[in-house]
């Protein structure tokens, strides 16, 4: 059975940090796209990063315009794990921060064409 299973989530103050992780399970994920995604309140699930599939350690990560230069991606095929390291976190980071694969070779911000997804992580920043 795939599973994908994020933790790392809990309450931090605006300018704090936290690392997020998602740890994928039933098959090896080096040749999925693996990213993360996020749905705050009455809100659509929005897209935050992508790491591509790797090739031996070499993988391209991208990031959404709105976290850039705050957020890192950043993977472990030997443990089967990806990871988002989050610094700099404003209120409006809260959300839910799901992880998801895609089994493809090019990076993709379309949470339709994920093929699994995680149950979620809670993210609240206070101000």
């Known amino acids: 059975q795939t599973q994908l299973v994020e933790s790392g989530g809990g309450l931090v103050q605006a300018g704090g940090s936290l690392r997020l992780s998602c740890a994928a399970s039933g098959r090896t994920f080096t040749n999925y796209a693996m990213g993360w995604f996020r749905q705050a309140p009455g809100k659509e699930r929005e897209f935050v990063a992508v790491?591509?599939?790797?090739?031996?350690?070499?993988?391209?990560?991208y990031y959404a315009d709105s976290v850039k230069g705050r957020f890192t991606i950043f993977r472990d095929n030997a443990k089967n794990t990806v990871y988002l390291q989050m610094n700099s976190l404003k209120p409006e980071d809260t959300a839910v921060y799901y992880c998801?694969?895609?089994?493809?070779?090019?990076?993709?911000?379309?949470?339709?064409?994920?093929?699994?997804w995680g149950q979620g992580t809670q993210v609240a920043v206070s101000s």
């Open positions: 998801a694969a895609a089994q493809r070779a090019s990076v993709t911000s379309d949470p339709r064409t994920y093929d699994y």
């Open positions: 790491a591509s599939w790797s090739t031996g350690a070499t993988y391209y990560p």
